[in-house]
């Protein structure tokens, strides 16, 4: 299994300018969600999703868009991208994800971007 | 105040020291995972625990729920166990749980 992926590993934007993050995922995981890590801060929730079809906000959603058309597939949308969303996005995923889960969250490697 | 509290911020110590750090919550929990990120940035999971005690090599994971507090203690430290370990308990929220992080513990072993 490769586990959890993401691509691209590294990306510089400019401001205003619009990009996906993928994410995917092998071991047939219905719970997906993506973080931000920024410096000094622990990681944050963004989108999360609890099977293909459904997906909801999570605590700093804004400019953010995101889609779970398959089990395997989470993208994230960065529609208009600003210097505020210079970060390093995580995704994950877990076997379960309902209220009291306690399954197992795993990790994608990252993606460093930058917005000038 | 953060829903989730780790001290220290940062340790440094030297190879064979006993380690412990310390996660202090506020919320609810279903679970509480500990987290491993290394310096080049990837995140593992090394514990998820409900209660009691885990261990897994030279790591052991304890938890009191009633008093929303978790401890990491690594035996033998080792300069290979440099790294930040973050604390995240899993809170429930309507139909979904989710977790939230503490900032992390940067730890540094030397020889």
């Known amino acids: 299994n490769a586990g959890v992926t993401q691509t691209p590993k590294f990306q510089v934007l400019k401001t205003g300018q619009s990009m996906t993050l993928q994410c995917a995922q092998d071991?047939?995981?219905?719970?997906m969600s993506w973080y931000r890590q920024d410096p000094g801060m622990g990681l944050r929730l963004i989108h999360y999703?609890?099977?293909?079809?459904?997906?909801d906000q999570g605590e700093v959603p804004n400019g953010y868009n995101v889609s779970r058309s398959t089990t395997e597939d989470f993208p994230l949308r960065l529609l208009s991208a600003a210097p505020s969303q210079t970060s390093v996005y995580f995704c994950?995923?877990?076997?379960?994800?309902?209220?009291?889960?306690?399954?197992?969250?795993?990790f994608g490697p990252g993606t460093r971007l930058t917005v000038l | 105040k953060n829903e989730v509290e780790q001290s220290p911020q940062n340790l440094t110590a030297q190879e064979g020291e006993f380690i412990t750090i310390n996660c202090s919550y506020s919320?609810?929990?279903?679970?509480l995972h500990w987290l491993q990120q290394h310096p080049g940035g990837g995140i593992v999971s090394l514990f998820m625990?409900?209660?009691g005690k885990k261990k897994h090599g030279r790591l052991i994971a304890t938890i009191n729920i009633q008093e929303k507090h978790s401890s990491l203690h690594i035996t033998a430290s080792h300069p290979r166990d440099s790294a930040v370990y973050i604390c995240?308990?899993?809170?429930?929220?309507?139909?979904?749980?989710?977790?939230?992080f503490g900032t992390g513990t940067r730890l540094q072993v030397t020889l």
């Open positions: 994950a995923s877990s076997y379960g994800g309902g209220a009291f889960s306690t399954d197992t969250q795993y």
């Open positions: 071991m047939n995981h219905e719970y």
């Open positions: 999703s609890v099977g293909a079809g459904i997906t």
């Open positions: 919320v609810g929990i279903s679970a």
């Open positions: 625990l409900s209660s």
């Open positions: 995240a308990p899993r809170r429930n929220t309507g139909t979904a749980s989710k977790l939230t």
